[in-house]
């Protein structure tokens, strides 16, 4: 039985297999892992298989997997899923864009816990090296959306990760096009995430694959885990839903805690703007407290592990939600002439919007 098994999906990959294959297998050596290797290869028309083929008679520890139908990279490297001979699986690419020698990091990160072991680009000491604009341009809204899934996760559509099989075995994974990570972060069963910074080199040889088609499916496909998340409990996007009815939930308890002491205060004869400064201060008071030990209790290695700058931020960025509640219904009054109320409304929804993800990220965000 092998420690773990490494994933290489391939298409046309003849220029870079042999290379990632040995380097693969000299990290394996290096640090006494008993790894092993599999090719999971889209039936590529070039030399690829021929390559995989003629190591595989001095390797013990390759296989190769080649797919003739339902052609794609995320189907492939859920077929290596399938096929991998052990509890742990790293997914790496061929173009020897994901440095392999941090394969024995992620293993170790694996056996020390964590579910989900992450390549990040966009966390400190990560990053892309040689990437054009748009290439840059375009990864960076991919991330951006993926992050509304998972905001403590940097990079959740890595091509470079590891995972516990048992995320993935009973996972009904819709696989389509590139962004398989966010596929099994999606639908995989995890609790525990690690992300490891490393710097992505651009591939020196051989064409890159991405088509208008990869951009459209990516959209479809955050859609699809969000409508899953609603009828799957146990997924890590509904345990982020639980946090905004939660912060819903804390919002309205706020809405009456400023009520009554505005009542109260009036009722000992303190006069009406000051009394009602005062039970806006304590209702935010009251909103911070539930978020700090209810909605967020759980936010493991804290960005900001003082209370009281907790409890600052969270005035500041309330404060600013304020303003944006104000300032957008004032602008939906003048300009297109919409009812007070239900200009107020709006305001108070994108308010709760901004609220809940500076909050989410800044006051109670990951390190
Ligand atoms: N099995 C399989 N592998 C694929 C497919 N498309 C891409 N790959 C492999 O998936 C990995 C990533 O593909 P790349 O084309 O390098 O994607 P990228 O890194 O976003 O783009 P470039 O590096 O600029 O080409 C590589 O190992 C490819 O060979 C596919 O349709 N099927
Ligand atoms: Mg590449």
Not at 77 to 93: C, K, N, P, T
Not at 196 to 219: H, V
């Given at each position: 039985?092998?420690?773990?098994?490494?994933?290489?999906?391939?298409?046309?990959?003849?220029?870079?297999?042999?290379?990632?294959?040995?380097?693969?297998?000299?990290?394996?050596?290096?640090?006494?892992?008993?790894?092993?290797?599999?090719?999971?290869?889209?039936?590529?028309p070039d030399n690829?298989?021929?390559?995989?083929?003629?190591?595989?008679?001095?390797?013990?520890?390759?296989?190769?997997?080649?797919?003739?139908?339902?052609?794609?990279?995320?189907?492939?490297?859920?077929?290596?899923?399938?096929?991998?001979?052990?509890?742990?699986?790293?997914?790496?690419?061929?173009?020897?864009?994901?440095?392999?020698?941090?394969?024995?990091?992620?293993?170790?990160?694996?056996?020390?816990?964590?579910?989900?072991?992450?390549?990040?680009?966009?966390?400190?000491?990560?990053?892309?090296?040689?990437?054009?604009?748009?290439?840059?341009?375009?990864?960076?809204?991919?991330?951006?959306?993926?992050?509304?899934?998972?905001?403590?996760?940097?990079?959740?559509?890595?091509?470079?990760?590891?995972?516990?099989?048992?995320?993935?075995?009973?996972a009904q994974l819709?696989?389509?096009?590139?962004?398989?990570?966010?596929?099994?972060?999606?639908?995989?069963?995890?609790?525990?995430?690690?992300?490891?910074?490393?710097?992505?080199?651009?591939?020196?040889?051989?064409?890159?694959?991405?088509?208008?088609?990869?951009?459209?499916?990516?959209?479809?496909?955050?859609?699809?885990?969000?409508?899953?998340?609603?009828?799957?409990?146990?997924?890590?996007?509904?345990?982020?839903?639980?946090?905004?009815?939660?912060?819903?939930?804390?919002?309205?308890?706020?809405?009456?805690?400023?009520?009554?002491?505005?009542?109260?205060?009036?009722?000992?004869?303190?006069?009406?703007?000051?009394?009602?400064?005062?039970?806006?201060?304590?209702?935010i008071l009251n909103?911070?407290?539930?978020?700090?030990?209810?909605?967020?209790?759980?936010?493991?290695?804290?960005?900001?592990?003082?209370?009281?700058?907790?409890?600052?931020?969270?005035?500041?960025?309330?404060?600013?939600?304020?303003?944006?509640?104000?300032?957008?219904?004032?602008?939906?009054?003048?300009?297109?002439?919409?009812?007070?109320?239900?200009?107020?409304?709006?305001?108070?929804?994108?308010?709760?919007?901004?609220?809940?993800?500076?909050?989410?990220?800044?006051?109670?965000?990951?390190?």
């Open positions: 039985m092998y420690d773990l098994t490494v994933i290489i999906p391939t298409f046309k990959e003849e220029a870079n297999i042999r290379k990632i294959i040995t380097e693969v297998d000299a990290v394996f050596l290096k640090n006494a892992l008993n790894g092993e290797i599999l090719v999971v290869d889209d039936n590529s690829t298989i021929a390559i995989v083929n003629e190591l595989k008679k001095t390797k013990t520890n390759v296989s190769l997997l080649v797919r003739k139908s339902d052609h794609g990279l995320s189907q492939s490297v859920a077929d290596g899923f399938l096929h991998a001979s052990s509890d742990v699986f790293v997914v790496i690419d061929a173009d020897l864009s994901h440095p392999p020698v941090l394969i024995p990091k992620m293993y170790g990160e694996i056996r020390a816990g964590s579910d989900v072991v992450i390549g990040s680009r966009y966390m400190e000491g990560g990053g892309i090296k040689k990437w054009p604009l748009k290439r840059r341009v375009i990864s960076l809204g991919a991330t951006f959306l993926g992050r509304l899934l998972f905001p403590d996760i940097t990079d959740p559509v890595s091509g470079f990760f590891a995972v516990r099989k048992r995320v993935v075995a009973q819709k696989p389509r096009g590139y962004k398989i990570l966010l596929e099994v972060l999606g639908k995989g069963i995890w609790e525990n995430d690690k992300e490891i910074p490393f710097e992505f080199s651009d591939r020196e040889i051989g064409a890159s694959k991405l088509k208008i088609k990869t951009i459209i499916e990516y959209a479809q496909q955050v859609m699809d885990i969000t409508l899953y998340s609603f009828s799957h409990h146990e997924s890590a996007a509904w345990r982020e839903w639980k946090k905004v009815f939660k912060f819903g939930l804390v919002g309205l308890t706020g809405v009456i805690v400023n009520l009554a002491v505005l009542k109260l205060l009036l009722m000992a004869g303190i006069s009406g703007y000051a009394a009602l400064f005062f039970a806006i201060v304590v209702a909103n911070f407290l539930w978020n700090d030990l209810w909605t967020f209790k759980d936010s493991a290695q804290r960005l900001v592990t003082s209370v009281w700058q907790r409890l600052w931020l969270f005035y500041t960025v309330s404060a600013g939600g304020a303003v944006i509640n104000y300032g957008i219904a004032i602008a939906l009054t003048q300009f297109i002439g919409m009812k007070i109320e239900l200009a107020d409304l709006i305001g108070i929804l994108i308010g709760f919007v901004w609220n809940f993800v500076i909050n989410r990220r800044l006051t109670w965000g990951r390190k």
